[in-house]
């Protein structure tokens, strides 16, 4: 009986979907879990763990794509995602990947509150590359938004200044030009 038991409990430790955590750095106040999709083992211990490490589900984490934020309805939010390719300085960089990575929590308090008066928050996401640049145009894949759609992307300076990029809204593509590995605010006008 004590052998069916103790198999029993193992079973259930091993096929138990996972529910891990870390330590947030500089950001009080954010969930400190990260909750794995159902579909979560992929065979790759080592991209769950970096998952984890990137406070992103493994869909977000394989899709280099952000599509929950902290203290928002996840019905308004505007799912984010990058693939390779982008402009540096005018120079065309086809093999290069800007990260996507999930906002600080007091940067999508500060962009609701930039948002107040121009529109709707749709997204607050970080990008970064190791690439130095003075300029970069890059593109984010939107689903569902349409070409000439009233989106303002803004990119954070210092913690009370955002600056408007230039940015250009075709379907399903949001393409701005950023200045600094930073986070960006997307809003739109209503």
Partial sequence: MKKAIVLTLAGIMIFSTPVLAHETVGCPGAPVAVYLESDSDIGIPAETVRAIAEDKTISEHMNNAVVDHWAMDPEQV??????????????????????LQKPELKRVYAAKELAQGKGSLLAV????????????????YAPGVKAGQAITVYQRVTDDNWVAVPTVVTDDHVVVDITANEHLAFIEAK
């Fill in 125 to 140: 996401a970080k990008v970064h590359t190791h690439a130095g640049y003075s300029t970069a145009k890059v593109t984010f």
């Fill in 78 to 99: 505007q799912d984010l995602a990058i693939g390779k390719g982008a402009v540096l300085d005018g120079v065309e960089a086809p093999g290069l990947t800007f990260d």
